[in-house]
């Protein structure tokens, strides 16, 4: 049977660390209080000239690094991204252009926090459909260009970074076993960016009323997110008849250390078996779960025949997941 696996996997982010004291100087909050509600002590900023697709072109640079596969053997290009380059074209064109490629086919996706998985879905079916047998898919990520740095409960919490991954076909027993994306869209007030689109295109208005920033009502979306992981999870689980304790690993999306924290409780997942990197980067939107990773596969982490298990919460509100054999 035709799966698809991930030949290899790289990060990128941005030298500049911003720290919780940091904020402290630039809105009321204090280093105890986003330690203790959110579990992040420092994120990354992209330095001015960054943008998303040179985040995505670093990262890809070194997942290239880590296999025999060459960017001229890439046949499709996905990047998921709610920060691309420009409204467009697609950033994945715009990579591509980095990347020197002619021939492969490129967009974007968006699907908020759960964009890199919505994307594994899409490349898992093009392998397995036969169309294409080398994808490079990639999260990138600048939220810290969309976040409003006077609204202290929203500016704690984002990051910038990219994480890439390198999908090959294989016709061995390893790979994507499944994939599960689900949406509400009735709810989609609980976290968006209200400006530039055709809704409310940019003008002097929009900018004064801060419409490009992101609006969250972090409480609301908190509980759900529990909710609706813990089910997702148990979903996947019984879906390919295996229990909790045959995952390897858990790889969430890390928006809160406390949601992850909750989540893993709620199904006696060992937090050792949960991959946790929001202390150092934040919430990167779409490329915080191949940032992890890539941190769990480069720490050695994961291993051949380990089952591993992704999920991810957020904006639209879109849910997935993803079960891998390693
Ligand atoms: N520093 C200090 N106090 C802060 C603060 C900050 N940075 N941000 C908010 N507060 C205050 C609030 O003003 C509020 O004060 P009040 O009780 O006097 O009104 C209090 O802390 C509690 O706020 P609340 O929003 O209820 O806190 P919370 O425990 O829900 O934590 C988040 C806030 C944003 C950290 C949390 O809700 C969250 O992570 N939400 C979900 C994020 C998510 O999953 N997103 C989807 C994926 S991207």
């Excluded at 290899?8 to 630039?26: I, Q």
């Excluded at 090959?168 to 989609?188: K, Y």
């Excluded at 199904?267 to 078996?273: A, R, S, V």
């Excluded at 934040?282 to 291993?303: F, H, K, M, Y």
Aim: glycine share 8%; with cysteine; hydrophobic share 40%.
């Amino acid at each position: 049977m035709l799966r698809a696996r991930i030949a290899a996997t790289g990060s990128y982010v941005p030298e500049r660390v911003l720290t919780n004291f940091d904020l402290e100087k630039m809105v009321d909050t204090t280093d105890e209080w986003i330690r203790e509600r959110t579990g992040i002590r420092e994120r990354r900023i992209a330095a001015e000239k960054e943008a998303a697709s040179d985040l995505a072109y670093e990262a890809a640079k070194a997942a290239f690094k880590k296999t025999d596969i060459k960017p001229k053997d890439i046949e499709l290009i996905i990047v998921a991204t709610v920060t691309g380059d420009m409204p467009f074209p697609a950033t994945a064109c715009h990579l591509q252009q980095k990347l020197g490629l002619k021939k492969a086919a490129a967009f974007d996706i968006n699907a908020a926090c759960s964009g890199f998985l919505y994307g594994l879905s899409i490349a898992n079916g093009f392998i397995k459909s036969g169309t294409y047998k080398r994808i490079l898919l990639i999260g990138s990520e600048l939220l810290s260009r969309i976040t409003d740095w006077e609204d202290r409960s929203t500016c704690v919490l984002f990051g910038d970074g990219a994480g890439a991954a390198i999908l090959e076909a294989t016709n061995e027993d390893r790979g994507i076993i499944s994939t599960h994306l689900r949406s509400d869209g009735s709810m989609w007030e609980l976290l968006h960016m209200p400006g530039g689109g055709s809704r409310n295109p940019a003008s002097k208005d929009t900018v004064k009323k801060k419409m490009h920033c992101i609006k969250m009502k972090g409480n609301e979306t908190f509980k759900i997110a529990v909710r609706t992981l813990e089910g997702l999870v148990r979903e996947t689980l019984a879906e390919n008849k295996l229990k909790i304790s045959q995952l390897s690993m858990l790889i969430p999306h890390q928006a809160n250390l406390r949601i992850i924290q909750a989540t893993a409780e709620r199904l006696d997942m060992p937090i050792e078996k949960v991959m946790v990197n929001i202390d150092k980067y934040g919430n990167t939107s779409a490329a915080s779960i191949p940032i992890a990773l890539d941190e769990a596969v480069r720490q050695g982490r994961v291993r051949d025949g380990d089952y591993v298990l992704l999920e991810a919460f957020g904006g639209g509100l879109t849910w997935a997941s993803v079960l891998i054999k390693w």
